[in-house]
């Protein structure tokens, strides 16, 4: 376990933030932490949707169940938030 800076670039959120997670935390729950920060108070929620997240600028997402340590994302990159259907 160790602290992990990513900045978080929610879709929809006009402000950038940084973002503490672990480097033990699933996507899904780097996601959930992103989500915290912009949902539902720059962001209206979509309970409807999930939330996934990919590297900004990529296609594809990383596995909802990946472990941000598992990955090869570094401290302070940037990542993309995006609501996706369940």
Do not use: W, Y
Not at 2 to 16: E, G
Not at 23 to 37: C, G, L, W
């Amino acid at each position: 376990m160790a602290l992990f800076p990513v900045i978080s670039n929610f879709q929809h959120d006009f402000v950038l933030l940084l973002l503490p997670v672990d480097t033990e935390n699933t996507m899904d729950e780097v996601a959930a932490a992103a989500a915290h920060h912009s949902v539902g108070t720059r962001v209206a929620p979509q309970p409807d949707k999930i939330v996934r997240v990919r590297r900004q600028g990529a296609d594809a997402f990383f596995p909802r169940d990946a472990r941000l340590g598992e990955t090869d994302v570094r401290p302070m990159e940037t990542l993309e938030f995006i609501f996706c259907d369940a």
